[in-house]
């Protein structure tokens, strides 16, 4: 017993939070059921995908507006091999995640070699996910605006990620994603290219001036984030059985991908995990609220977008009074006090 | 006294404007290995271009750079950093987010892709420069003299053959200049070969080998500091406008 203490001492904390959180959301499901079974699957995924976006947003310093773009490829590239050729969607994932990281390289490459910095590398992000959803609407290959949907096979199977209702086969696929995610990030942030994928970020000049060579750094970034986010793509269409451009490829999606990761905080570990377990659950009350509000409130049913309106206030909320976010604005707290008290120590 | 030193760096005949502006005129120096050449010049005379074109920052419009027997002329920062050149800037670029250890481990990555050995190796250096009761304070919290002394420290890291040292020696006050004239000699000692620009003049006597004089983008002489000290066009151009000002 003493053993495995000592070994658990040595351990890297966020490793050690990792395990605790992979135990506790592993029960999760025993504990709820139905519609709320359904708010976790939401939850796991946006974390996820907030937590492949923060690779490249956070971390790297490259602010995408166009996450939808690897998203789409995902699910499109799952859809269009188990319907038209009868593939298992996990084969579908994995094609998805290469293509995804090989769209996710060349336009970086491109807005890199172009030097788009700031804003102009934002929208270029964005253009490019937009490009690709006009592209798939037209597109008659993969049905047009008609979209795809899920061929049924009424049973559960995990080679064909399809489960009956109620049944917690998604919560744990869609957990085991949030984990890999979670785990390659932990990896790569305690790992020479993490070092210096964050060094690019606070400085490049400086970065290059130690030799980082900042274009294959970046690139690794984004491919990385690219093909993490495509994984998230697969899983969601297997869940809502349905795909069409504006769901794989809209504006909608890209901010839905950055939002728990801004709200927790960017370029943190635990950020996006946290900002995910504020928002979904926030966005299901406030959407509840509209559709069957209680007596007092009687005036706000059938106001579509209200509920918006709601979400927006207070997400600016949230970012006037915690502009790091939740999870970042805590933790340089802690930090900077940890930070003073050992400098102190360290001169008397 | 120095040509039988085989040279580790020369610039050939390097020009470079900027819009029409002339910041470098066939500029010649050569940097003789285990040496400290010095650059001075008055304020715009091209000391920090020429770093640049030296560290891959700025591709020069003509001329070469040869470094360690290879022409390294237009190769990018990263690849010249990797060739044995650790540069400092003039203006501090910390990586803000990290602390100064592992600002110096980045650096030290360089040398070696194992975790462990490039963090002791960090903390060595951090102690060597004196940063020791900072190793763990964000590095963009750190003061001036503080930043600059972390410049030197992820420069060594990188464990060059020629250190560009730009204007190690600003914003430092008097009193703590000879901690840091000591250690570049000692650095000195151990085989590193140095190329810097100053202004303290003082620190420039006590340690250059050699002295380029730089005066509107073209080296006006070079030498000893005794020979360039008692040079006629130094004295009027540099020194002497100087002491003009100083007695008028």
Redo the contacts between chains.
């Keep these: 017993m003493t053993r495995v203490a000592e070994l658990w001492r040595r351990i890297d904390r966020n490793v050690k939070i990792l395990v605790v959180v992979a135990v506790v959301l592993a029960v999760v499901p025993f504990v709820l059921s139905g519609s709320s079974l359904d708010i976790g699957v939401r939850i796991l995924l946006f974390a996820m995908l907030a937590s492949a976006w923060n690779l490249m947003a956070g971390y790297a310093g490259l602010f995408s507006f166009g996450h939808a773009a690897y998203f789409g490829i995902g699910a499109y590239a799952t859809a269009v091999l188990q319907v038209d050729y009868g593939w298992s969607p996990w084969l579908g994932m994995l094609v998805g995640m290469a293509l995804a990281g090989v769209f996710a390289i060349v336009s970086g490459y491109l807005s890199f070699r172009y030097r788009l910095r700031g804003a102009y590398f934002v929208l270029t992000t964005f253009a490019f996910a937009e490009m690709l959803r006009l592209i798939f609407l037209h597109w008659d290959f993969v049905n047009g605006a008609i979209g795809l949907r899920v061929p049924l096979i009424r049973e559960s199977s995990w080679f064909d990620m399809q489960f009956p209702p109620g049944s917690r086969g998604y919560y744990y696929v869609v957990l085991a994603m949030l984990l890999a995610v979670l785990v390659i990030v932990v990896l790569l942030m ?3 290219s993490g ?2 994928i ?2 690019i ?3 490049e ?10 274009m294959r750094y970046k690139l690794y970034a984004v491919g990385l984030s690219g093909a993490l986010t495509a994984m998230g793509g697969t899983f969601y269409f297997q869940y809502i059985f349905f795909i069409d451009p504006a769901l794989a490829f809209g504006p909608a999606v890209s901010i839905q991908i950055l939002l728990p990761a801004i709200i927790g905080g960017m ?1 943190t570990m635990w950020g996006p995990l946290i900002g995910a377990f504020l928002l979904v659950p926030l966005g299901e009350l406030t959407s509840g609220l509209i559709r069957t509000p209680p007596e007092f409130l009687s005036f706000l049913s059938g106001r579509a977008g209200l509920d918006l309106m709601i979400f927006g206030a207070l997400l600016v909320a949230i970012i006037m009074f915690l502009p790091k976010g939740v999870y970042g604005s805590i933790s340089d707290r802690v ?1 900077a006090r940890r ?1 003073r008290r ?2 102190e120590e ?2 008397t | 006294m120095n040509e039988q030193r085989s040279p580790l760096l020369s610039v050939e005949s390097v020009s470079k404007s900027f819009d029409g502006l002339q910041a470098l005129t066939d500029v010649n120096v050569v940097v003789p290995q285990g040496e400290i050449t010095a650059v001075i010049g008055p304020n715009g005379a091209g000391k920090t271009t020429l770093f640049n074109v030296i ?3 700025l591709r020069p419009d003509t001329g070469r750079v040869m470094f360690d027997g290879g022409d390294i002329t237009g190769w ?3 690849r010249v ?2 060739a044995g050149i ?2 400092t ?1 003039q203006l501090m ?6 602390t100064v250890n ?1 600002n110096v ?3 030290a ?2 040398r070696t ?1 194992r ?1 462990a050995e ?1 963090s002791a190796k960090a903390a060595e250096i951090v102690e060597r420069v004196g940063l ?7 590095a963009g919290e750190l003061p001036t003299a503080g930043q600059k002394h972390l410049e030197l420290a ?2 060594l ?2 464990e060059p053959k020629l250190l560009l040292l730009d204007e190690v020696l600003a914003g430092i006050l008097p009193t703590e200049r000879q901690l840091v004239i000591d250690l570049l000699r000692e650095i000195k000692a151990a085989g590193v070969t140095m190329l810097l620009v100053e202004h303290v003049m003082a620190a420039v006597m006590a340690l250059s080998d050699e002295i380029v004089v730089l005066h509107h983008g073209a080296v006006l002489a070079a030498g000893t500091p005794e020979q360039v000290t008692c040079d006629d066009r130094v004295i009027e151009a540099y020194l002497g406008e100087e002491q003009l000002i100083a007695e008028g």
Aim: net charge positive; hydrophobic share 40%; aromatic share 10%.
């Design positions: 305690r790992s020479r070092y210096y964050v060094a970020r606070d400085n000049e400086a970065a290059a001036a130690v030799g980082v060579n900042p370029g930090t930070q050992q400098h360290a001169v | 560290a891959g920052s990018p920062a990263h950093a990797r650790g540069r800037f670029k910390p990586f803000a987010s990290m592992e481990l980045v650096a990555f360089e892709g975790r490039a020791g009761t900072w190793s763990g304070q964000l992820r420069a890291a990188l």
